[in-house]
T-cell receptor, first 116, second 114 residues
Framework: DTAVSQTPKYLVTQMGNDKSIKCEQN?????MYWYKQDSKKFLKIMFS???????INETVPNRFSPKSPDKAHLNLHINSLELGDSAVYFC???????????????FGEGSRLTVL | AQTVTQSQPEMSVQEAETVTLSCTYD???????LFWYKQPPSRQMILVIR??????QNATENRFSVNFQKAAKSFSLKISDSQLGDTAMYFC???????????FGTGTRLTIIP
């Protein structure tokens, strides 16, 4: 059973298009995230949601819009794609950080976005 | 803001040898978590080991152990009896209570040579 699953795993598209990446977790976690990994492998948080509420928005262009219909899902929609958006996007989840056993992130397999 | 520094972009070691990856961090928090994640060529991020800052004892998971020096803000990962399957990018990460995110270092690419 996949704990954090994201689709699609690969996405190739033209500049200017709009695309979405979906993420689902079956771990019962309260918090979900989107991280971006650039070509140099640097991982940087984009957004986090706790129980469907936006908690973190790390100065991401407003072309990126996350949506959390329920606490098990966090989707990422990107408008007007640019070349610099090419990266691997990771979805992750965790228990509430205030829980003493929390802190660990469970990652999806990543979605490689290539903008041509 | 917290920062995490991994000063070794690449390392290589012979199979069965021991290797240590370094990580330092900067924070004003007293209670936090530290993690090592592994990213093999398959791209999946996998937790290797975690350490709670309030615990003095260094965490150990089979061949993986850490040397946590809180005063020095250092958190190195030791891999003993290295195996070919250990070849991967290794990321050190910092997380604190109440700030619901992890901050990652830039990673160390580790290659195990047969």
């Amino acid at each position: 059973d996949t704990a954090v699953s994201q689709t699609p795993k690969y996405l190739v598209t033209q500049m200017g298009n709009d695309k979405s990446i979906k993420c689902e977790q079956n771990l019962g976690h309260d918090t979900m995230y989107w991280y971006k990994q650039d070509s140099k492998k640097f991982l940087k948080i984009m957004f986090s949601y706790n129980n469907k509420e936006l908690i973190i928005n790390e100065t991401v262009p407003n072309r990126f819009s996350p949506k959390s219909p329920d606490k098990a899902h966090l989707n990422l929609h990107i408008n007007s794609l640019e070349l610099g958006d090419s990266a691997v996007y990771f979805c992750a989840s965790s228990q509430d950080f205030r829980d003493s056993s929390a802190g660990e992130l469970f990652f999806g397999e990543g979605s490689r976005l290539t903008v041509l | 803001a917290q920062t995490v520094t991994q000063s070794q972009p690449e390392m290589s070691v012979q199979e069965a040898e021991t290797v240590t990856l370094s990580c330092t961090y900067d924070t004003s928090e007293s209670n936090y978590y530290l993690f090592w994640y592994k990213q093999p060529p398959s791209r999946q991020m996998i937790l290797v080991i975690r350490q709670e800052a309030y615990k003095q004892q260094n965490a150990t998971e089979n061949r993986f152990s850490v040397n946590f020096q809180k005063a020095a803000k250092s958190f190195s990962l030791k891999i003993s009896d290295s195996q070919l399957g250990d070849t991967a990018m290794y990321f050190c990460a910092f997380g604190d209570f109440g700030n619901e995110k992890l901050t990652f270092g830039t990673g160390t690419r580790l290659t195990i040579i047969p």
